[in-house]
């Protein structure tokens, strides 16, 4: 009990360890990896349960019950679904061996230990992930905006005075040009690969 206590508070719990580059096709997480789609692992921490595998498109967490169990759910979060925010570095105290990195993946709340030896490798992590957040932040707002902007010029049309097949036939081209339009939006600012980010900053 006493060895338990003492894991705990110095931060030994569940300690991570990067995983060399070399190293990532000895991981359960490859297995995972859609290779067939171009998909990239540029990061990944493997706990004595658990493995959180960064790539260019999702977070794949193999999720372990318990360092003994030979049991694994797999939870996959793509970026395009799962806005990434939230993201906190929390640094090593005199007694502690261990730094955290934590963020949020649409409504879950992650939380990784990893040891503070590696602090330089997972402050690589921290900046792409917080840039990722400001690049999602900001689409956001410029798809609002245009959502908004198509919804003010039917607004108008509606408010205008017309005849009734006139009205349809602007609410109509209004209406088709606003769909093609949002969706030239979407393509441009609601990005799901994000590899370009994690090789400027990933440096392992």
């Given amino acids: 009990m006493f060895k338990k206590i003492a894991s705990d508070a110095l931060g030994l719990s569940d300690v991570g360890k990067i995983i060399d580059p070399a190293d990532y096709d000895k991981t359960d997480a490859d297995d995972y990896v859609r290779h067939e789609d ?10 004595k349960a658990d493995e959180y595998c960064f790539t260019n498109l999702a977070l794949i967490h ?21 806005k990434i925010s ?5 640094t090593a105290g005199k007694v502690d061996l261990d730094i ?26 921290y900046k792409a992930l917080l840039h990722i957040a400001e690049i999602i932040h900001e689409n956001e707002i410029i798809m609002e905006m245009g959502s908004e902007s198509l919804d003010k010029a039917v607004s108008v049309l509606q408010n205008a005075r017309t005849t009734d097949t006139a009205l349809a036939e602007q609410y109509k081209e209004i209406n088709e040009y606003g769909f093609s339009w949002l969706k030239s939006v979407r393509e441009e600012y609601h990005a799901k690969d994000f590899g370009d980010i994690f090789e400027k900053y990933i440096n392992n």
């Fill in 62 to 82: 193999v999720d372990g019950e318990n360092a003994t169990s030979s049991k694994r759910t797999l939870n996959r979060y793509p970026y395009s679904q799962y």
């Fill in 100 to 125: 955290e990195i934590k963020f949020t993946l649409g409504n879950q709340e992650m939380s990784i230990d990893v040891h503070k030896d590696e602090i330089e490798k997972l402050k690589d992590l």
């Fill in 38 to 47: 171009d998909e990239k692992i540029f990061f990944l921490i493997k706990t």
């Fill in 86 to 90: 939230n993201v906190l570095l929390e």
